[in-house]
């Protein structure tokens, strides 16, 4: 046989996130100062970004894609990475966990999303889908000494593996049908054999669809979201609520409309209750929820129903306004999260929604900067998220679902409710005991990033949704 | 010309940190932000200025905020004769007046706060002016609406200040709600916002007719109509007048800049702006001119018997800003537009007058409790004096030449009530030199009324107050200079500088004719301060007994026609009963309390079946998952 060394040049930016994560694992044995670690991962992650811009290509004999849709998930995987790590630096320390693998473990979990978003194959895909979650799991669970940390870690652990049951069992279903993993040829082959029928096919579809459903915490497979983010460490909830969830949408996005576009039909049905169901969990029991970090893991779910609109519009616009979205919610959920964590102390937890009375009275700046953020998860201008709803809605009517947006705008009202009772706390209430905010200058960092993109974003939308436009040409 | 982005944006910075830092940094000197901000935009503004008279114009995106199919939300900014008239109002105005704000203001709680709201108003009324599309357009509508509600209920702990506030508010809703009407049909209908296109597509609509409440009505008189509805709001015409003269509970700057020089004459620029739509609706015009003479005539009787110092000023505001309504009714677009900016002087100059009584008189409004104030504050007299010359339209002032001119051009116009509104205007421009004067007479003439302490603390303001006073009142005698009418042998330079975009009214009269007009206005200008001299002079007992024999008509001028009884009983009344009755009594206390108490029980039991779900155990939450798969294949399934 003879053996051809394949072209790694799409690979590369992969290769270097992994190299960067194991030096980070091997330094920590030398370096003591753990903040170091930080700085260098996200000097490194910097370094890999720049090397994004020449990846484009096929290798691995087109089971590795490099295309302006990967490019563009993989930002929003560094926004996610670099702005967690940020938030991490001084949080795990509060938390006395403050050890070295903690950012090897989210750098393998990013080349994990990396590879997924980049998968043209479905064993790649499962691959990077694997190391993403492994990672993650370990993370979930990093708080030790806390048993809610554990609890989360081994729920994470189980359901995951669940859900990995049903993607492995859809994967030898396509196999089985179509004789092929790779992407590109199962849609040929289905065009080619008249397979839109198949019942088989449908099949695997579903458990596609139950597979994926649980990355982006889909109703009704988002069970373990609420008791994960409540449990996972303040930081890594802020990492798991965007990265795992723009990676699983990055497959859904790339699975459903290129290996099964011509059954289209059939799971944008699946789709669309699945997308009311789940807007409609996440912002009513969001409603009821005392827990910041559970409310912002229902709130999670939710926005997860809105971004599903863009994939059932199935075209290239809705697939845009998804990347936007997605991109938007990094920042506005991680800036919350950055808020949250600055609440927690030695001895305070700061995760009760009372705990933020009166903020506005003893920490206006932090109060002000909360605020931009919920209004721009709740969608109002001039604020990112209002961008980011806009589109989305304006590519389902544009694809026919006008129903659809009036109800996901009836649930985003009724989101207001939620996200404005933090801000109705924070302005309106007298502070009850007084909070000290933990304030260091890296998490002041992530927050003006995550606030004045949140702003930026809002005011000049066109630089983003020309990006995501671009990025997705020749999809 | 690409500086000229700093005009607006200068004083939004200047917002922006006074708003931010004001409390804690600069404080007491706040006003400086605010100044430097608004005399660079000034500098900038009068550099655009020579630009435009030389030839340039601009009309071009900044950026687009959305596009959404058709729908394009963008800044944009258009500058031409008429932009350049506006920047020089407003940035003279807005200079002038915060200088002023300085004595005014001093040692006052909110001090950074009036600067950063002035900013921001300054900021919103430049965006307005120098729109090119009507999105922005609303954008500063809206904006300089809300900062004039800022500003009115500055005062906020006093209740009057409040409502007033809230009574501006609710008030412009009306308007408002037709100027978005207008908007939105001009969009369904050309498919764009911006100016140019819609004004270059206009005459395709003509003839175009909508069936509406079983009339047709054309398309082109409801656009018209609609966006007339804003002005009305905006400037206080009948019959929405009764915000402006409430709101005086503002600072006195307040009064000046928004309340008289800039933000009321919004709606005159509305009109302007858009005359290639009026122009094609005769309707709309004569509902134009119709309304601004009537306005300018009622509102002048109001403020003849009027106690208040700033009231019977702002009413005064309403009657001229009937008159800038009557010129571009009649085609004079060019007219109404030269009195904007005349008026927007002598106005100021009023208000910052009146400001300078109060602040020597500790807050005193009643002109009955003045006089002879004329020895204490000789150079606000002399101003206020001034002011009061220009407004009575004396020849040579800068109100004679913008008064006279729109005056004219009603006498001379082809619109059918073209010789109506001219005689309206003529009476009403007696009126106003009379009770202009009447003000000067009771207030600085004769003996002191008030109490000994006022009268032991009277004092002329300070510099910095009455520079800005001496300032204006150049502007108010020199102002109009720049529009001598041909008959004078000028050159009526303003109106042919707004030509290109105004357009040129047609005038149907003689040289004898225009002679006669303009000594009409001369002749009842001076007449009516010859009466004022009169009364309130030599025979002081005759206002007392008119009033006491004419007792029901000075009742109902007193009380301004009972508009706002009419309201209060037609409209506040019955709204506030169905509030109480229905909505709270009913709608809210039975369906909306019903559904709001009754879905979080739905959603509580709702909640508890799903807590019950949520158990924590994950064999449970596997078991949904399968279950959610297996729900599917089987629907899948069965409705193949």
Redesign the interface.
Known sequence: MNFQFPDIGPVIPELIMTAIALIVLLADLLIKKKEVLALFSIAGIAAVAYTLIGSSGVTFGGMFISDGYSTFFKLIFFVNVILSVLISIKYIVIEKVNFGEYYALILFSTTGMMIMASAADLIVLYLGLELMALSTYVLAGFIRHDIKSNEAALKYFLLGAFSTAFLLYGISMIYGLTGTTNIKAIALYISEKGLTGNLSLLLSVILFTVAFGFKIAAAPFHMWAPDVYEGAPTSITAFMSVGPKAAGFAVLGRVFMVAFVSVKVDWVAILIPISILTMGVGNIVALSQTNIKRMLAYSSIAHAGYALLGIICANNEGLASMMNYLMIYAFMNIGAFAVITMLRSEGFRGEDITDYEGLAKTHPLSAALMLIFMFSLTGIPPTAGFIGKLYIFMSAINAGYTWLVVIAVIFSAISAYFYLRIVMYMYMKEPKEVVTLTKSPSTGIALGVAAVAVLVIGIFPSFLVDLARAAIKGF | MEYYLLIPFLPLAAFILNILLGKEVFREKAHWVSILAVVGSFIIAVATLFDVISGKTLNEDL???????TFKASVGFLIDPLTAVMLIVVTTCSSLIQIYSIGYMHGDKGYYRFFAYMSLFTFCMLMLAMSNNFLQLYFGWEGVGLCSYFLIGYYFHKKSASDAGKKAFIVNRFGDFGFGLGVIIVFLTFGTLHYLPVFNNMTGIVGKTVHLLGFDVSLVTLIALLLFCGAVGKSAQIPLHVWLPDAMEGPTPVSALIHAATMVTAGVFLVARCSPIFNLSEVALIVVALTGAITALFAATIALVQKDIKRIIAYSTISQLGYMFLGCGVGAYAAGIFHLYTHAFFKALLFLCAGSVMHAMGGELNIQKMGGLKKYMPVTYLTFVLGSLSISGIPGFAGFFSKDEILWLAYSSPNPVGKFVWLLGTIAAFLTAFYSFRLIFLTFHGKFRGTHEQEHHLHESPKVMTIPLILLSIGAIAAGWVGIPHLLGGGAHFAEFLKSVLGHPEAHGTHNEEWMVMGISVIVGLSGIGLAAYMYLARTDIPVRLAKNFSSIYRTLFNKYYVDELYSFTIVRPTLWTAKNILIGFTDAKIIEGIVNGV?RL??K??GM?RK??T?L?H???T??A???FF??AL??L??
């Open positions: 950026y687009t905020w959305i596009v959404s199919g979080p959603i509580g709702f909640s799903l779900v949520q924590g994950v449970h939450y596997a949904i998952i279950a959610g798969a599917i294949i899948a399934i409705l193949r």
